[in-house]
């Protein structure tokens, strides 16, 4: 699908594409590099199940 992207991009003017993955998901990581994204400041995302008891 990332190549498909790519192609329709391309196709259709785009100057750049931004694509996003789960961090512990290392093929697909070194997937998307082999098609020449490169990695870039982000942001994290933090959650938390309201269920679990307090901590504090």
């Given at each position: 699908?990332?190549?498909?992207?790519?192609?329709?991009?391309?196709?259709?003017?785009?100057?750049?594409?931004?694509?996003?993955?789960?961090?512990d998901?290392?093929?697909?990581?070194?997937?998307?590099?082999?098609?020449?994204?490169?990695?870039?400041?982000?942001?994290?995302?933090?959650?938390?199940?309201?269920?679990?008891?307090?901590?504090?």
């Amino acid at each position: 699908m990332k190549i498909m992207a790519i192609r329709y991009a391309r196709a259709h003017g785009a100057r750049a594409l931004h694509t996003s993955n789960a961090s512990d998901n290392a093929a697909m990581l070194a997937l998307t590099r082999k098609l020449g994204y490169k990695p870039h400041a982000g942001k994290y995302l933090l959650a938390r199940n309201l269920l679990e008891e307090e901590s504090t």
